[in-house]
């Protein structure tokens, strides 16, 4: 167990410092490569979708993967896939190719890495969600890890703005390494012996074979009720968690939002080049990993929140944090904005999956956790080409649009958690 946990905490930060690395140059590298906003917009989108495939997929053959399997399959497919994507890169900056097939080969092996990305994560919140019950020590724990993966994603960026200086590659390429090593600690020293030790035993006694074949005929006329109860249990699980599924997606689509049109933000709002705002933005990151690693360090030791305040802090940080973006003409403060994004992240996050995850039983935990890395695939999804399309209709946009949808996240929990037939219903 032990060493199992120190596998997952070198691939938090493994994750979040490999990612934290490779979103501050899409932007940059969209603008070198002459695509357009809605093009980089569609890159994301397509790998977000095969993400929520494979997480829905999961979803419905839970049995079928180990939490190993599904760690290791996903490092592994990551590190291949991110290593096409990067060479197609390559290609299109050294060969002169028309736009569009340059565009299909990237849409391509954006695609592919879609397929691994929500394996790790389904991984590790299946992990904590079957190991604690109690709903402030799910959020602890969850923040522990998350504050894990923060540290990875204020050293990515940091990471990316020395390593710009030998290429716009070469920190997608470091990247690339990373992964490669988390995927060899997994293989070589996961520890498989706790699933061997559950199992039952093989050998079935004399006594245990005869009422065996009394017990089957029970089981068959009882196999058609059993199948209304799961099913009727389901839709009822997936109703109490509805809710806080409309959190997490709103959560990760101002987050896909924020990340994707904020690279262009400051090269057309701020006046920078395309190297300077690879920079800037790098530097946007690594304020935001800071204010994360923080954060969820404080509500993980310190702080004995409850989930609606979790919601509620992170919600009003969230807002302020988008009207200062939208609202200011210096840079600056422009970046300083990203340590609410920071407060707000680290705080609605364990908020959604805890808020999720108490809704239904431990042995529905490992489809609670598919459904919310579903819901996040999806709003990665619709974000980019929502949020990219608005940005070309103008630069402001996307970021109203985030203002308003957390107004209406605040007007919905607040009549959910001040009426008492709701409250009731979310909290059952």
């Known amino acids: 167990m032990k060493q199992n946990n ?11 410092a490999s990612f934290s690395m490779i979103l501050p140059l899409l932007a940059p590298l969209v603008r070198k490569l002459e695509l357009s906003e809605l093009q980089a917009g569609a890159m994301v989108s397509i790998g977000a979708l095969l993400m929520a495939c494979a997480a ?16 290791s399959i996903g490092f592994i497919g990551m590190a291949i896939t991110w290593g096409m994507f990067t060479g197609v890169l390559m290609y299109g900056l050294n060969v002169q190719i028309s736009v569009m097939l340059l565009f299909s080969l990237l849409m391509l092996a954006r695609a592919s890495t879609g397929i691994f990305m929500a394996m790790p994560q389904i991984a590790l919140q299946t992990y904590v969600m079957t190991s604690y019950e109690e709903e402030k020590l799910r959020s602890k724990t969850m923040s522990k890890f998350g504050a894990l993966n923060s540290v990875g994603v204020v050293f990515g960026p940091f990471l990316t703005t020395i390593l710009l200086a030998w290429g716009m590659l070469t920190p997608l390429w470091t990247a690339i390494a990373i992964l490669t090593v988390i995927s060899v600690v997994i293989v070589v020293m996961f520890d498989q012996q706790e699933k061997m030790d559950v199992s039952p035993k093989n050998s079935i006694s004399t006594e245990s074979a005869s009422n065996f074949a009394k017990q089957e005929h029970v089981q068959q006329n009882k196999s058609t009720d059993a199948d209304e109860v799961e099913a009727e249990e389901h839709n009822v699980s997936l109703k109490r968690s509805m809710a806080w599924l409309v959190l997490g997606f709103s959560l990760y689509l101002a987050i896909v939002t924020v990340n994707l049109t904020a690279g262009f933000y400051i090269q057309d709002h701020f006046k920078t080049s395309i190297v300077q705002g690879a920079t800037y933005f790098s530097q946007c990151s690594l304020l935001v990993g800071i204010s994360l690693v923080v954060m969820q360090v404080l509500i993980s030791k310190k702080l004995k ?10 919600l009003v940080a969230m807002s302020v944090a988008l009207w200062i973006s939208v609202s200011t003409e210096h840079l600056r403060v422009f970046q300083l904005a990203y340590v609410l994004y920071g407060v707000s992240v680290a705080c609605l996050i364990p908020a959604f999956t805890t808020g999720a995850a108490q809704t239904a039983p ?3 935990q490992a489809k609670v956790a598919s459904w919310c890395t579903a819901t996040q695939a999806l709003s990665f999804v619709v974000g980019p080409m929502m949020s990219t399309g608005l940005y070309q209709w103008h630069t402001s946009y996307p970021y109203y649009f985030l203002m308003l949808t957390m107004l209406a996240l605040m007007v919905f929990f607040a009549f959910k958690q001040f009426s008492p037939e709701k409250t009731a219903e979310l909290v059952r």
Request: proline residues 0%.
């Open 362 to 364: 431990k042995h529905q």
């Open 56 to 71: 829905i997929y999961i979803s419905k053959n839970q049995n079928k993967f180990s939490i190993y399997q599904l760690l």
């Open 305 to 314: 929140w409850s989930v609606y305040t979790l919601l509620w802090v992170g």
């Open 6 to 16: 120190k596998i997952f905490i070198a691939a938090s930060l493994a994750n979040g």
